[in-house]
Each structure stands twice: as C-alpha cells, then as structure tokens.
C-alpha cells in the first residue's frame, strides 16, 4: 500500500489515484514527540518506543499520506477543517497533529470531529470511511 509524504499540491492526484486513504497532518517541530508521529522522521531511536502510527499501518491495507500542518493551512481552511478544534492549549497560532479521511475528493472525516487521535479512534476513523478497511485487516 501507498506510503507517501506530499504536499498539498498534491491532492489532485491523490485523490485520482486513490479510493480511501488516510491524510495525517504533523508539525515540522516534534517538540512533544507525540506517539503517532511521522513514520517518515527518525524519532524511534530518540523515543525508544515504536511509533503508533507505523504499527497501525502494518494492520490496515489502506493508502497513507503525510503532509506538515504549516504548510496546509489554507488548504485546510478550503476543505471546511474547523481549524479552531485543532488549537494546542495555549497556543492561538500552533495547531496540534490530527487525521482525515478522504474517499477520493471528499473529505469523510477527521480526528477533530471527536475521535481520538491514537490507534483506536484512528480504527473508528477508517470503518466510519470504509468498513472493508477493517474487515480485511491483516492481523497475523
């Protein structure tokens, strides 16, 4: 399955290319280190644990993309995202990791709309997109 970091310029063919997949947003800075961070950064060996998200999608056969928060903003703001949901505590101008889901060009989706952004609100993100997503999970 389809593992790529991208750009928002992107989505056009992403969303041509792809039925269902899986958009994770991260922050370019991991000062917190979260646990599902970017499976594209280093951070395993600095954290010495594994990381969620790379665990997660050795289970589901469904398409994953990255793209940095910073960089997405006004993409973001055009799919309807409430940004305002997304805020870190404290912090007006920094918002926090977060997922959508997209069935081609339609977002479906997102960790903001009351899912828990960890494995299994990630889990009820994908059957809400496409119940075959966890039907055919590969739990070997």
């Not at 912090?91 to 959508?100: A, C, D, Q, S």
């Not at 009351?114 to 119940?131: A, D, M, Q, S, V």
């Amino acid at each position: 399955m389809i593992r790529e970091k991208i750009k928002v310029e992107d989505f056009d063919r992403i969303s041509l290319e792809n039925d269902y997949y899986l958009w994770h947003f991260v922050l370019r800075d991991v000062s917190c280190k979260p646990n599902m961070h970017s499976i594209f950064d280093d951070l395993d060996n600095e954290m010495r644990k594994p990381n969620s998200m790379v665990e997660f999608l050795n289970v589901f056969n469904v398409s994953y993309f990255e793209s940095y928060v910073e960089e997405s903003i006004d993409f973001l703001d055009k799919l309807g995202v409430p940004l305002e949901h997304l805020r870190q505590r404290g912090e007006i101008k920094t918002i926090k990791p977060f997922m959508l889901t997209f069935n081609r060009r339609r977002l479906v989706n997102g960790t903001y709309n009351g899912y828990c952004f960890c494995p299994e609100g990630i889990t009820k993100l994908l059957y809400n997109l496409n119940p075959e997503l966890i039907y055919n999970a590969n739990l070997d």
